[in-house]
């Protein structure tokens, strides 16, 4: 039987509602991602929190082509082809739901925190942003901030597997993300060099650690904290995941041949005083960077290496040569991310013999604690995240040890001698005040 008007308009208000809904949930319980997973039978729902996946319900296969097909129209997307990897993006707008999620939640504790499969297609109560209204973006958004919604920007991705296409949604511009260089958790040491490093008027400043390492996050809060209206701060991403006021922030696409060796040649020609490079993964951006902050210009940029001393390796498999390395870099920052103990479930316990061993702990008398599990962590023990951190600002002995090709461990022996904190110690330090667990940092570090 053919469907009317009304069954289709109200079968598209449902769909919808789901995204809404799905968006809303993801954004108040922190998550950076949504997964929509196609299997045999069913569709599997799992948001990403504090870097791992927690699943969050189930819907019946059959509506996985509706929901493919509305994200793909919002995303500007080929609905009919069904065999490639497709990337898009899509703007979308949300209840400011964060603080009335809080306030609620005192009240009804389950009821606002429901799986995603109870609230599929019942009714939004929240009102429709009209889009069609011919309005400025500026405009469009000052209104929806005015009604209690906000704008949330989601990067798409549909990847064809053997049941089906699964879409992950990333979602950017997070709180979680505006985050300023104080709270990322170096300790004051710590922080009074990497404030030197960053607020040289040129040099390079690298950061480093494996992927999900908050190595974006890092780069944002320098930007912030160096941000001023007298420079012109330059960024080339992939993606732009949190828009900041006042940079020039630039999406590169690799896809139309625009890379970050590209942005690089192009980019001087902006006039910048400071630069933001999203990642360098071959040696002529690496070059192109490191000429840049020889010519007078401070670049901030990550790099795929696991320490201090990594980085200086992996800018050298690169091709980049001994003395540029030496003389451009004002330092690295290494890191990887922990959860924290939960405040509202932690409890006083013993870690496993064998993590006291690692981290060097079987003699301290201390109270070590770990979160039970609550409401508050969805019973994992752990709420938000914190860095781990170890920093080297280049001095002149490692400059020369770079320079004469001294093997890497005399370089590591070097910088440990210089008293750099390792990752490993940073770990401790943070265990041992309770605001990570051993075997969670056991996990990175
Ligand atoms: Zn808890």
């Known amino acids: 039987m053919a469907k009317n008007d009304e069954q289709l308009n109200d079968e598209e208000a449902e769909i919808e509602d789901f995204i809404t ?102 009714k939004s109560a929240y009102e429709k942003i009209r889009e069609k209204e011919k309005i400025s973006p500026a405009k469009a958004e000052a209104i929806i901030l005015d009604i209690g919604k906000r704008p949330l920007d989601v990067r798409v991705s549909i990847f064809p597997t053997i049941s089906g296409e699964a879409i992950v949604l990333r979602i950017l511009n997070r709180e979680e993300m505006i985050i300023s260089l104080k709270d990322l958790g170096l300790n004051n040491n710590i922080f009074s060099t990497v404030k030197k490093m960053i607020t040289r008027p040129y040099g390079m400043v690298l950061i480093t650690g494996p992927a999900g390492a908050g190595k974006t996050t890092t780069l944002y809060a320098i930007l912030r904290e160096i941000k001023s209206d007298e420079k012109n701060i330059i960024t080339l991403e992939d993606p732009v995941e949190l828009f900041l006021e006042g940079v020039r922030q630039v999406q590169v696409n690799p896809g139309q041949g625009f890379d970050f060796a590209q942005g690089m040649r192009s980019i001087l020609r902006q006039d910048p ?78 870690p496993g013999s064998e993590y006291l061993k690692y981290f060097g702990l079987e003699n301290t008398p201390s109270r ?78």
């Open 21 to 122: 809904s799905i968006l809303t949930q993801a954004v108040a319980e922190r998550a950076s991602d949504v997964h929509i997973e196609p299997y045999l039978g069913n569709i599997r729902i799992r948001f990403r929190i504090d870097g791992i996946l927690q699943d969050r319900g189930s819907l019946p296969i059959e509506e996985m082509e509706r929901i493919l097909v509305k994200i793909k129209v919002m995303s500007n997307l080929d609905i009919t082809r069904h065999n490639i990897p497709k990337d898009g993006h899509f703007r979308f707008a949300i209840q400011l739901s964060k603080e009335i999620y809080e306030k609620k939640k005192e009240k009804t504790p389950e009821s606002l925190v429901p799986d995603v499969t109870s609230r599929l297609f019942a």
């Open 273 to 350: 005083d400071a630069m933001m490079i999203g990642e360098i993964r071959d040696g002529e951006t690496a070059e192109n960077a490191i000429r840049s902050s020889l010519a007078g210009k401070i670049i901030f940029s990550t790099v795929h290496a696991n320490t201090v001393i990594g980085t200086i390796a992996r800018l050298l498999d690169m091709g980049v040569e001994r003395s540029l390395i030496a003389y451009s870099l004002n330092g690295v920052i290494s890191q990887r991310l922990v959860r924290k103990v939960c405040p509202d479930c932690k409890i006083v316990y013993s």
């Open 368 to 445: 070590f604690v770990r979160g039970q599990g609550c409401d508050k962590c969805k019973k994992t023990g752990f709420l938000g995240r914190v860095g781990i951190f170890e920093v080297f600002e280049f001095d002149n002995g490692l400059r020369s040890l770079i320079v004469e090709k001294a093997p890497m461990r005399s370089l590591e022996e070097y910088v440990e001698g210089a008293g750099m904190k390792t990752l490993k110690q940073d770990a401790v330090e943070k265990i041992l005040a309770g605001i990570t667990t051993a075997e969670e940092a056991a996990k990175v570090v």
